[in-house]
């Protein structure tokens, strides 16, 4: 399979344009988003994320400027939407209040069922998407109404994989779970992304869960991309992140705390782990100075 | 400081369902709460928190096991409907969605909308309803329309329905999993003032560790028991028993606690990103605690 890159060119968009409730949303941005990496969007609410999401899977069109997956534009031909939507596949927030089927396994067979598939490759789908979304088999022919939040929600993430999506979006994976299941969906998505090359959008308000799963992090503010960089580049600008009403990991600003008690250990340490690594360097090099002071 | 809230070795299971066994959410469950006090309740999903707040709240009946609201048992047999309909007005709850919790197509008919169910006169309602509002900070909204707020704005607006319905105790069940960190804040900053300005007595159900750490106390549940009670720095300060139990401790614990791993004797008891740099710190500066 080949990996869809995402670029926005220049691309605007206004709700209710022409009436008295026009209200720009994204404020002429252009984008490129490497096919390989696991992207988080991040930004508060009404900053544009949303609006962003819907404009890559095909369900809003620009205002003006382009989108373009793979390098084409996605709107040359508008009749053929409906193979985006199947290219960039979108899962919503709480997806579990969408499942409908009365099975599990009909539930996941509806998106690729309307890709035209059947019999064995359909079968082979479910079956993959089920593994993937950490769901047991044994499940299959249960009614999805009978499960769990947590396993309602791979369900629905599941159907969204069974469709083999080249981009996969998803809109707060995890929100609403426990450590433990955000732990299981997100490390899920993540070994998705690794093994099949799906290119990987996750949009969340966790920071400590965006540290820990994404490659890169896009910042959204009113309508403009503020910052697009690794994770550790992006939490370095803390200030930055901080004075548009967003956080960083709490232990990012344990970091910056340090460096100014005179233990610098960087600031663009965004996971714990890095975090203990860096302080026993630290430790190390003070242990070397005072042996030789001695 | 009294009590308000007494519940002894609670015991509820959900009923058996066309061949799926019954299953039991709460299991011997005892603790009580003070009037005035601050508790959190964490847990991982199906661990019997949601199950334990309908419980307090009266809309599901214990299989066996004691409650007293006010030092009176509500599970007597001698208990009337009339007597859970009044002690129902004692407590509130504010759920997760807020959009599944606003009824009103403006915000002040929305907050007067338990008020007006109760009968309460029109003039008492007002005040109740202005009061409310300025609590929870968003009296230059009462005419707008609820839908255009943001969600933290609606949380807010849910909290000041119960604060007009004068609720004594408010039992807040993962009110802020669906906010941004904007939204979460001003949440937050609203239930603390309540509970230490109003003097509301707050339950709240997360699974934020950091919100948790705000708590006077906070109850650990896991597989409908109680794992732990006690202060946040009781709780947090043994980490591994809560990783065991699948749940989290704030970063700045975990941190700590990888330097004692290192050999520093720090404490694991501090959830302030400040605190907990100057704490490391010094230890690290001094080589503390290591020879």
């Known amino acids: 399979m080949t990996v869809a890159g995402v670029e926005l060119k220049n691309v605007t968009y206004i709700y209710n344009k022409g009436t ?31 609006t962003m999401m819907q404009l890559i899977n095909g369900l809003l069109k620009p205002t003006s400027g382009e989108v373009c997956i793979d390098g084409r534009n996605i709107w040359d031909e508008p009749k053929k939407i409906r193979e985006i939507r199947f290219k960039a596949g979108l899962v ?62 791979r369900v629905a993430l599941a159907g969204v994989i069974a469709m083999k999506p080249q981009i996969l979006i998803l809109d707060e994976p995890a929100a609403g779970l426990d450590p433990g299941g955000r732990r299981e969906i997100l490390g899920g998505v993540k070994r998705y992304a690794r093994e099949s090359g799906t290119n990987v959008i996750i949009v969340s308000h966790s920071m400590e869960d965006m ?15 503020l910052m697009y960089d690794t994770c550790a580049a992006v939490f370095s600008r803390a200030e930055e992140m901080l004075a548009v009403g967003l956080d960083v990991p ?12 005179g233990v610098d250990i960087g600031k663009d340490v965004y996971t714990v782990d890095w975090a203990a690594d860096k302080l026993a360097e630290f430790g190390k090099t003070i242990r070397t100075e005072d042996k030789i002071n001695i | 400081m009294s009590e308000v809230i007494r ?3 609670l015991c509820y299971s959900y009923p058996e369902d066309e061949g ?27 661990s019997g928190k949601s199950t334990l707040a309908k419980v307090l709240c009266m809309i599901c009946q214990p299989d066996s096991g004691k409650l007293f ?36 197509t403006v915000v002040e008919e929305d907050v007067a909308f338990g008020c007006e169910n109760l009968g309460i006169p029109s003039d008492e309602i007002r005040r109740r309803v202005d009061e409310a509002l300025e609590i929870v900070g968003m009296t230059r909204y009462a005419r707008h329309q609820p839908h255009k707020l943001s969600g933290g704005q609606k949380q807010r607006i849910a909290v000041a329905g119960t604060i007009a319905m004068k609720r004594k105790v408010i039992i807040f069940d993962e009110s802020t999993a669906m906010l941004d ?47 732990k009670d006690g202060s946040p720095n009781q709780v947090f300060g043994e980490p591994e028993s809560m990783w065991e139990a699948g749940l989290d401790v704030p970063q700045t614990t975990e941190l700590l606690y990888r330097c004692r791993q290192m050999g520093y004797n720090v404490p694991l008891d501090v959830f302030d990103t400040d605190e907990c740099a100057r704490i490391i710190a010094q230890a690290v500066l001094n080589q503390e605690g290591r020879d």
């Open chain 1, 20 to 50: 008295p409730y026009e209200a720009k949303a994204l404020d002429n941005i252009s984008l490129q988003i490497p096919g390989t990496r696991i992207t988080g969007l991040i930004g508060h609410t009404g900053s544009g994320k949303s």
């Open chain 2, 20 to 46: 799926t066994p019954a299953v039991p959410a709460l299991k011997d469950v005892s603790f009580s709460i003070e009037e005035g006090s601050f508790t959190a309740i964490l847990g991982h999903n199906g």
């Open chain 1, 211 to 225: 540290a820990l799963y994404c490659d890169d992090l896009a910042v959204m503010s009113a309508g403009k991309i």
């Open chain 2, 7 to 9: 519940v002894e070795n």
């Open chain 1, 92 to 153: 919503m927030q709480y997806p579990e209040h969408q499942l409908f089927a009365e099975t599990v396994e009909e539930d996941i067979a509806y998106g690729p069922k309307n890709m035209g598939l059947s019999g064995e490759e359909l079968h082979k789908r479910i079956l993959d998407a089920a593994a993937f979304s950490g769901l047991d088999p044994a499940l299959l022919p249960k009614s999805p109404f009978e499960l769990s939040g947590g396993q309602k929600r």
């Open chain 1, 250 to 261: 709490q232990v990012t600003g344990v970091a910056f705390a340090l460096a100014k008690h």
């Open chain 2, 181 to 227: 960190p904007l939204g979460r804040k001003e949440v937050m900053d609203t239930i603390i003032r309540l509970n230490r300005e109003d003097g509301i007595t707050v339950l709240m159900i997360t699974h934020y560790m950091n919100e948790a750490a705000l708590a006077d106390r906070i109850i650990v549940m896991n597989r409908g028991e109680i794992l």
């Open chain 2, 69 to 104: 609201l006010h030092g009176k048992e509500m599970t007597a047999e001698d208990i009337t409907d009339a007597d859970i309909m009044k002690a129902r007005r004692e407590i509130g709850m504010v759920f997760q969605n807020p959009d599944n919790q606003i009824v009103a």
